[in-house]
């Protein structure tokens, strides 16, 4: 009786531990189970952790920013630009560069300062998603420009608007001038190099070409000083900035050279070359 007794408590044990052994069994996935790969095995690859790329835990999967700086036509210049897709960039930045030269025009000499001042935004479009890009833009800031003083010295002569003056030996011509553009201008360039590359590289070489579309420059010129002159087979000494005839001529001469530089600088050129870094 005492061994029956045993027993009992023994099958008692031991069948609710078979029976659950035999409930979990039946749960897992019978592929599982004819591949032979452990169970175990199985569930601790979900639980050791994400097997997901680095790169995709940006959104997108690719960086946030590329700076870069770069020389060209509108001076040496940095640059900045963020992925809006994976087409798109938006890029900006500014140029600078100075220049000091002398040169004459008609007789009249100009110490010309040459300033270069500009800030430019684009959208970058990768239509394959490669290096070669289309950009349009603007100059969001034109502060291009080219100042200086003017002289004539005296018993020298010059020429306003095809009439020739000399300048008086008492009192030498002199004055300034400035050749100014728009303020802002749309551009258009196209290129090769992303500032953010879609791939593991962190260094690029932009290089771009295009135009920037300024419109008609303005030349201004005013004088002072006494300049003399033949009307009518008579010899006129007058003070420039009030003769009306010379005056007429230097306005005459202002639109000239306006659009001898109009003729060039309408289209100002767009040449630049680059090193980026991807951040």
Request: glycine content about 12%; charged content about 10%; hydrophobic content about 40%.
């Amino acid at each position: 009786m005492h061994r029956i007794s045993l027993t009992l408590v023994t099958l008692s044990l031991a069948l609710p531990v078979a029976f659950a052994q035999q409930s979990s069994s039946s749960l897992v996935a019978p592929e599982l189970l004819a591949g032979g790969a452990p169970i175990a095995a199985a569930l601790g690859a979900s639980s050791s952790g994400s097997t997901m790329p680095a790169s995709a835990s940006r959104p997108g999967g690719f960086p946030g920013i590329g700076v870069g700086v770069k020389v060209g036509i509108l001076g040496v210049g940095v640059e900045a630009a963020v992925p809006v897709g994976r087409h798109l960039n938006v890029r900006g930045g500014g140029n600078f560069f100075s220049y000091s030269d002398t040169l004459t025009q008609d007789g009249i000499t100009y110490n010309a300062n040459l300033q270069f001042r500009s800030g430019e935004a684009s959208v970058d479009w990768f239509p394959w998603a490669k290096g070669f890009h289309i950009s349009p833009g603007a100059l969001i800031y034109n502060g291009n420009q080219v100042t200086g003083g003017a002289n004539v010295p005296g018993g020298k002569t010059f020429t306003l608007n095809g009439t020739t003056y000399t300048s008086s030996a008492t009192s030498p011509v002199t004055g300034s001038g400035s050749l100014t553009f728009t303020k802002a201008a749309p551009k258009l360039t196209v290129g090769w190099g992303n500032l953010v590359p879609r791939s593991e590289r962190h260094f690029s070489f932009p290089f771009e070409v295009g135009f920037a579309y300024v419109g008609d420059p303005k030349f201004v010129l005013n004088l002072a000083g006494t300049a003399c002159y033949n009307y009518q087979g008579t010899l006129y000494c007058d003070n420039v900035a009030t003769d009306p005839n010379i005056q007429a001529n230097l306005a005459a001469e202002q639109k000239k050279i306006s659009n001898d530089v109009a003729t060039y600088a309408r289209f100002f050129p767009i040449l630049s070359q680059g090193f980026a870094v991807r951040f």
